[in-house]
């Protein structure tokens, strides 16, 4: 059986056009659908948050893009002055490629998201100005927290169920908790 290897691609759909890449060095990747993918380094917690988003543990997705040159990072954050990028989508897939480094069937989709904000950063070096752009990527798992790390409020409670289940009726669940106070819990006699 021949060994097989895995790329991580990602989508990011800005208002304008799409950006395409995938994690690693080299040349350009070419998908199934003829889609170009152009080499990008994630850093090791980037690697680590895109892991826990495909274990349904993350919904918060923090990448950042290493190794990037400036005037590209000036370039992206000069687009996302002029057209905001926020609520852009971002999708993650994993490619299986076979013994020739060509894909293997169809790229499995493992986190959809939106753009919630994007940061570039430089920092000098010896060796020169290296640019890191850094994307949070949201996905509908978010409205789960609460700021201030409490239980839900009432109007937390129902906005968080009408993204979750749109088309249920309006989560009463806060106005009957009260209710069970005056209950009296009985147990069976057997």
Known sequence: ?????????????????????????????????????????????????????????????SLSLISISQSAADSIWDYDETASVQGSPVVIKLQILDE???PDGDAIVVFTGEIDNLDVVDESTAEGIRS????????????RTVTNGAVLSDVDQRARSAVLNPSAADDEFCKRVPLMRDQTIKWPNW
């Open 1 to 61: 059986m021949a060994i097989k290897s895995l790329r991580i691609l990602c989508d990011v759909e800005l208002p304008d056009d799409t950006i395409r890449i995938w994690d690693g060095s080299g040349g350009s990747f070419i998908d199934i659908e003829g889609n170009i993918y152009r080499p990008a380094q994630f850093t090791e917690d980037a690697l680590q948050s895109i892991e826990a988003a495909i274990n349904g543990e993350a919904f918060t997705l």
């Open 100 to 102: 020739d480094e060509q």
């Open 132 to 143: 890191m752009v850094n994307l949070e990527v949201t996905n509908r798992f978010t409205l």
